[in-house]
């Protein structure tokens, strides 16, 4: 059967149907599906009916994309198909429509097909994506890196996926395609490394909601085809290893994606001025780094933190500083002519925090501190065991952090990089982080281990830095890294972040 032929079964399907009106007894989604249908036939997809229904028309379409060897006519074709089929399962008397829209069956469920459908969702993206990328270089009136940067990842997508579209029509095995040498391995980078550059690139640009869709369906979609494509391909270790590592690294993003969508921040105070803050667990992690390389860091031991308390969801900013300056009458720290607003306070001394975090107190009626050196290493690794809140390899730390080598020699607002786990920002990088405790040269003192600052013995002028920041590279990134300050240090890399404690 010709795409001609699926469409006309679809009209006949349509001109019989009779779409319920509100109140009628049928469900919802019924009613919707009718009308979604009429809308993709008169509009020819442009109405841009919800993702949730166009994914379900994407996952019929390859029934008859396999039938189908232009490129061109996938679309289109597969769109009506998908259609069809679905309106075909809700229209309880038309017999003739479903004989004429045969099911999926298990020959369809093929690598051909997970291939094809990739590549549809895939040119939908990079169009959508480009579309709006464009729009947002003629707003900006510039040049912006980030945008720059996320263009060439998606020119990176487009080329494995023309080995695809070249052979889709030949004889070729897809199992001995990707069998061949190391085709298999180039091919499943070829689709991991931009794709999660992609959806990391992406979080902080404006794009539309229905971009961001995109985005996360073609990383699921990615995901999916590296293990068909492992699968396909019986004893290959370095394919099967390959595809373990997508697999590993886009659920990573797919889980931060969730847990940053369904974490939820709160203000004392519904006033700008008052920091969001973030609620965290009670729970356990092993402190400092077991690498000998890493002297003030060992040996790593046991912290059980046995209560839950609240974290700034981002360093102090200028705007909350400065509020509390105009209210106490002192004299502002200087932004080194960078900006202030949502940059992070910087050229604030240990002394400076103290004296914040009392004016904040006082001004919403609850307890803010300075979080202690163990709670900040707890709430920065979020549940992790990694260099790292979000993996070992230092290749997605861009997407976290602003750092040496991705700043053009300033703080950046806070917000602009990925979250962690607990949806905590720029707990990598921007600045360094005053922390309540004294400073120890390593952990061999006995330090607490239940999550309070350690004040005992050492230079109490002396206290705590930690998360690096835009002048710091990899290294100076990690979870466990530390810093000395005395408390009367200020520098243009050096700001804080508030805890709350839990109510008495």
């Given at each position: 059967?010709k795409s001609?032929d699926?469409?006309?079964?679809f009209?006949r399907a349509?001109?019989n149907a009779?779409i319920p009106?509100p109140?009628a007894?049928?469900q919802?989604a019924d009613?919707?599906?009718?009308l979604r249908?009429k ?17 379900a028309l994407?996952?019929r379409a ?6 189908v060897s ?8 597969l769109?009506?198909?998908g259609?069809?089929w679905r ?7 038309d017999?003739?429509?479903?004989s004429?829209?045969?099911p999926?069956?298990?020959s ?6 997970d291939?094809?459908?990739m590549?549809?969702?895939?040119e939908?993206?990079t169009?959508?994506?480009?579309s709006e ?5 003629v707003v ?5 890196a980030?945008?720059?940067d996320l263009q060439?990842?998606?020119e ?5 996926f023309?080995?695809?579209k070249?052979?889709a029509g030949?004889?070729v095995?897809y199992s001995d395609f990707f069998g061949?040498?190391?085709?298999g391995?180039r ?8 794709i999660?550059a992609?959806?990391l ?7 539309s ?5 995109l985005v ?5 979609g990615?995901r ?6 492992a699968?396909?391909v019986?004893?290959?270790?370095d394919l099967s290893?390959?595809a373990?590592?997508?697999v590993?690294?886009?659920?990573r ?13 709160f203000r004392?105070?519904?006033e700008?001025?008052?920091?969001e803050?973030v609620d ?5 992690f092993?402190m400092?780094?077991?690498d000998?390389?890493h002297?003030d860091?060992?040996p790593q031991?046991p912290?059980?933190?046995g209560?839950?308390?609240?974290v700034?969801r981002?360093?102090?900013t200028?705007?909350e ?7 106490a009458?002192?004299q ?5 002519g960078?900006?202030?607003e949502?940059?992070?306070?910087i050229n604030?001394s240990?002394?400076d925090a103290q004296a ?6 006082g ?5 803010y501190r300075?979080?202690?050196e163990?709670?900040?290493e707890y ?12 993996d070992?390899?230092d ?13 053009e020699?300033?703080?950046r607002p806070?917000g602009d990089?990925r ?9 990598h ?18 330090p607490p ?7 005992e013995?050492g230079?109490?002028?002396i206290?705590?830095l930690?998360?690096?920041?835009w002048?710091?590279?990899?290294r100076?990134?990690r ?9 009367d240090?200020?520098?243009?890399n050096?700001g ?9």
């Amino acid at each position: 059967m010709k795409s001609r032929d699926y469409f006309e079964a679809f009209c006949r399907a349509l001109e019989n149907a009779q779409i319920p009106e509100p109140g009628a007894q049928v469900q919802l989604a019924d009613r919707d599906i009718f009308l979604r249908v009429k809308d993709i036939l008169q509009v020819c997809y442009e109405g841009n009916p919800d993702q949730k229904f166009c994914n379900a028309l994407q996952r019929r379409a390859g029934e008859i994309m396999l039938e189908v060897s232009d490129p061109k006519e996938w679309q289109g074709a597969l769109d009506v198909y998908g259609a069809a089929w679905r309106l075909s399962n809700v229209l309880p008397d038309d017999e003739d429509a479903k004989s004429a829209l045969p099911p999926p069956d298990e020959s369809a469920q093929t690598l051909k097909q997970d291939l094809l459908l990739m590549v549809g969702d895939l040119e939908h993206l990079t169009d959508q994506l480009d579309s709006e990328l464009d729009i947002q270089l003629v707003v900006l009136g510039e040049t912006d890196a980030r945008i720059v940067d996320l263009q060439n990842q998606l020119e990176r997508l487009r080329k494995p996926f023309s080995q695809i579209k070249d052979i889709a029509g030949s004889g070729v095995k897809y199992s001995d395609f990707f069998g061949a040498g190391s085709a298999g391995v180039r091919f499943i980078d070829g689709i991991s490394d931009p794709i999660v550059a992609v959806s990391l690139g992406s979080h902080d640009l404006a794009l539309s909601p229905e971009a961001r869709d995109l985005v996360r369906n073609a990383a699921t979609g990615a995901r999916d085809l590296a293990c068909r494509i492992a699968g396909a391909v019986a004893g290959n270790a370095d394919l099967s290893r390959c595809a373990d590592k997508c697999v590993e690294r886009i659920e990573r993003y797919l889980v931060a994606e969730s847990l940053e969508s369904k974490q939820r921040g709160f203000r004392d105070v519904s006033e700008s001025w008052c920091p969001e803050m973030v609620d965290i667990p009670p729970g356990a992690f092993l402190m400092g780094s077991a690498d000998p390389a890493h002297q003030d860091e060992i040996p790593q031991h046991p912290v059980k933190i046995g209560y839950g308390f609240a974290v700034g969801r981002y360093p102090v900013t200028f705007e909350e500083y400065d509020a509390f300056c105009r209210a106490a009458r002192r004299q502002k720290p200087g932004d080194n002519g960078w900006g202030r607003e949502r940059r992070p306070v910087i050229n604030v001394s240990w002394d400076d925090a103290q004296a914040y975090v009392e004016w904040l107190s006082g001004a919403t009626g609850r307890r803010y501190r300075l979080l202690t050196e163990a709670e900040w290493e707890y709430a920065c690794r979020a549940g992790s065991t990694t260099r790292y809140s979000f993996d070992e390899d230092d290749r997605d730390l861009a997407a976290y952090a602003w750092f040496v080598g991705h700043l053009e020699g300033e703080t950046r607002p806070v917000g602009d990089r990925r979250a962690n786990d607990f949806g905590l920002f720029d707990m990598h990088g921007n600045v360094w982080e005053w922390c309540e405790d004294v400073w120890h040269d390593n952990y061999q003192d006995t330090p607490p281990v239940k999550g309070s600052a350690w004040l005992e013995r050492g230079d109490q002028r002396i206290r705590v830095l930690r998360g690096g920041s835009w002048v710091s590279g990899p290294r100076g990134l990690r979870s466990a890294v530390r810093l000395e300050g005395a408390t009367d240090y200020r520098h243009n890399n050096v700001g804080f972040r508030v805890a709350r404690a839990p109510d008495p």
